[in-house]
């Protein structure tokens, strides 16, 4: 009997360093993750391709995945949807492979609801003058959207109670080497270690 994959929940204020983090864990080698490519219907930032950073969608199409039920969840942030397709959660999981979810925290909550056997870990940045900066040197956003995604970072941070974990991106070596340690635990608790042994017999 195959081990059911992790569900992994990444959240953090916008530009704390979410997709570096994510990016150095996936080439690290040791462990293989699989990514949730999430729908939305901001435009796509220079560089972006459809369908490897997000499913870009117009607002009529996600209003149709959401009214189909294809979301685990969703969200509107800073005037667009965010949303994870739901079928290759459930089916990344059910081979066995972990899969790491990297969205914001109103989602992450709905994910809890629904799967409360998920590991949410909170990324925080070392102060806030720095995400400020680094919100600011990704050049990308118009001023207005930069307030409102510092507003967003501050009542982020306010939620980080509601995750399991904590760590603090001060370098991204460190950051990935927590994020693994947790992962590493938490494949090793025995509720998970029996679940997966008694799954056969309740079949
Ligand atoms: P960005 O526009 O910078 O790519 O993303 C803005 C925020 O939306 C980030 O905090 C990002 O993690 C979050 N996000 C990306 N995809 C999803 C998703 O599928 N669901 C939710 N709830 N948030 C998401």
């Known amino acids: 009997m195959t081990e059911k994959g992790l569900l992994i929940v990444l959240s953090g204020p916008s530009g704390v360093g979410k997709g570096t983090v994510r990016e150095a864990i996936f080439s690290q080698g040791e462990r293989e993750f699989m990514y949730s490519i999430s729908a939305t219907t901001r435009n796509k930032r220079v560089g972006e391709v459809d369908g490897v950073d997000y499913f870009f969608k117009t607002k009529e199409e996600f ?12 969200t509107e942030y800073v005037g667009n949807y965010y949303g994870t397709p739901i079928d290759y959660v459930q089916k990344t999981l059910d081979s066995g ?50 307030r409102q995604r510092m507003e967003k970072a501050v009542e982020e941070l306010n939620l980080m109670r509601y995750y399991d974990y904590a760590v603090e991106n001060d370098t991204v070596e460190n950051a990935v080497k927590k994020v693994l340690a947790i992962i590493q635990s938490e494949h090793l608790k025995v509720s998970r270690i029996l679940e997966s042994k008694e799954k056969p017999e309740k079949e």
């Open 63 to 74: 209003e149709q995945m959401i009214e189909k039920r294809e979301l685990l969840e969703y």
């Open 97 to 146: 492979k972990d899969i790491f979810l990297e969205i914001e925290v109103q989602g992450a909550m709905q994910v809890k609801e629904r799967m409360p056997d998920g590991i949410f870990i909170f990324l925080t940045p070392p102060d806030m003058t720095e995400l400020e900066a680094r919100i600011q040197n990704r050049g990308t956003d118009e001023s207005p959207a930069i």
